[in-house]
T-cell receptor, first 113, second 118 residues
Framework: KNQVEQSPQSLIILEGKNCTLQ??????????LRWYKQDTGRGPVSLTIMTFSENTKSNGRYTATLDADTKQSSLHITASQLSDSASYIC????????????FGGGTRLMVKP | GAVVSQHPSWVICKSGTSVKIECRSL??????MFWYRQFPKQSLMLMATSNEGSKATYEQGVEKDKFLINHASLTLSTLTVTSAHPEDSSFYIC??????????????FGPGTRLTVT
């Protein structure tokens, strides 16, 4: 069964600090892994998308890593801002006929001043 | 590019009534659209997949007669919640796939519709 597990479930950090969110998956066959940011009451917005051959990808203060061997990914947020408070969802796409997505449960990040 | 809109953004309806939610791809043709629901503090759960011009494929446990999906054009899909009950209150999100675009396997999400059934 395809699964995506994220940790921690929730996280509180102070503004300006860095943090790292984790994602482990058991999705096969693997196509790509995405990180989304979802603000409360809004739809998910794509941060990064990585294929099998990509180890790291950055989008501003967001840096995602992917280890396809261990089936792990991380999202590192640098110099956090209050606006980073949101849920971060790891989503893995399967390389099957429908390219279906398997969603992680998300990490709820709160950045405090 | 690749913008998906939803309307309305929020709706309150009485129990027993029906509510229609629209999902539009604004600048691309979406041959496939997806409908998700999301409960508080939970992740998105896929309800159904709809391809333009054909019947939607529903996930296990989703009642097709209750959640009517129509995908009559390449830019519009609608979700109608029939005979709504308070337990249908949720955040409904659509996404669209641009098969003809630069990233054909990417799903672009709409902003969501908050449904409250009283």
């Amino acid at each position: 069964k395809n699964q995506v597990e994220q940790s921690p479930q929730s996280l509180i950090i102070l503004e300006g600090k860095n943090c790292t969110l984790q994602c482990n998956y058991t999705v096969s066959p693997f196509s790509n892994l995405r990180w989304y940011k979802q603000d409360t009451g809004r739809g998910p917005v794509s941060l990064t998308i990585m294929t099998f051959s990509e180890n790291t990808k950055s989008n501003g203060r967001y840096t995602a890593t992917l280890d396809a061997d261990t089936k792990q990914s991380s999202l590192h947020i640098t110099a956090s801002q209050l606006s980073d408070s949101a849920s971060y969802i790891c989503v893995v796409s399967s390389n099957n006929a429908g390219n279906m997505l398997t969603f992680g449960g998300g990490t709820r990040l709160m950045v405090k001043p | 590019g690749a913008v998906v809109s939803q309307h309305p953004s929020w709706v309150i309806c009485k129990s027993g009534t029906s509510v229609k939610i629209e999902c539009r791809s604004l600048d691309f043709q979406a041959t496939t659209m997806f409908w998700y629901r999301q409960f508080p503090k939970q992740s998105l759960m896929l309800m159904a997949t709809s391809n333009e011009g054909s019947k939607a494929t529903y996930e296990q446990g989703v009642e097709k007669d209750k959640f009517l999906i129509n995908h009559a054009s390449l830019t519009l899909s609608t979700l109608t919640v029939t005979s709504a009950h308070p337990e249908d209150s949720s955040f409904y999100i659509c996404s669209a796939r641009d098969w003809g675009g630069m990233r054909p396997y990417e799903q672009y999400f709409g902003p969501g519709t908050r449904l409250t059934v009283t």
